[in-house]
């Protein structure tokens, strides 16, 4: 996700953000609860100033130590969700370009609001004068095929994209 100001920050979908929410959210109630009940603790046990302060600062240490841990943990369980998310993607993708480039009699193809082809799959496109390979990135427009095609697409996907 690509910000050009902060402002977009707070246009963004709340659910983008849940993963460090959750992680922020975890953290906070650890650390709060950490931080009150061993601090009662220290007080009831220890009447010592001198002693309450080394036992804080080796409590401190502990407490960064164990959250960095907790929070490392917690990352490292998101990353393996999206990795996990994006195997699958990638896995179905195959089958999916497997799947379209044999289908027989067809074309598969997928354009931008720009017409510009992003995928184009399947043997009857070549029928049409569109070659894969030149027209991934270029718009309908630019490309010379059948002109009655070229109006049925055309006319077709401007109406999907005005909604119709």
């Keep these: 996700m690509k910000l050009s100001n902060y402002t977009d920050l707070l246009?963004?979908?709340?659910?983008?953000?849940r993963p460090?929410?959750?992680?922020?959210?975890?953290?906070?109630?650890?650390?709060?609860i950490w931080i009150l009940s061993t601090d009662k603790l220290l007080?009831?046990?220890?009447?010592?100033?001198?002693?309450?302060?080394?036992?804080?600062t080796i409590k401190g240490w502990f407490f960064v130590t164990i959250s960095s841990l907790v929070i490392f943990y917690l990352v490292w369980l998101e990353i393996r969700k999206k990795d996990l998310i994006i195997k699958t993607i990638n896995e179905n993708k195959q089958w999916y370009n497997a799947l379209a480039s044999h289908l027989?009699?067809?074309t598969v193809f997928l354009v931008d609001e720009k017409l510009n082809f992003i995928l184009l799959q399947g043997n009857e496109s070549t029928k049409l004068g569109l070659v894969p390979e030149r027209a991934l990135g270029k718009s309908l427009h630019e490309l010379s095929f059948d002109i009655a095609a070229r109006q049925i697409i055309t006319a077709?996907?401007?109406q999907a994209f005005s909604g119709e």
């Design 11 to 17: 246009a963004t979908p709340i659910g983008k953000f």
């Design 20 to 32: 460090a929410v959750r992680v922020a959210v975890i953290y906070f109630l650890l650390s709060v």
């Design 43 to 56: 007080e009831h046990f220890v009447a010592d100033p001198h002693t309450i302060t080394l036992l804080q």
């Design 104 to 106: 027989p009699n067809t």
């Design 156 to 158: 077709y996907l401007e």
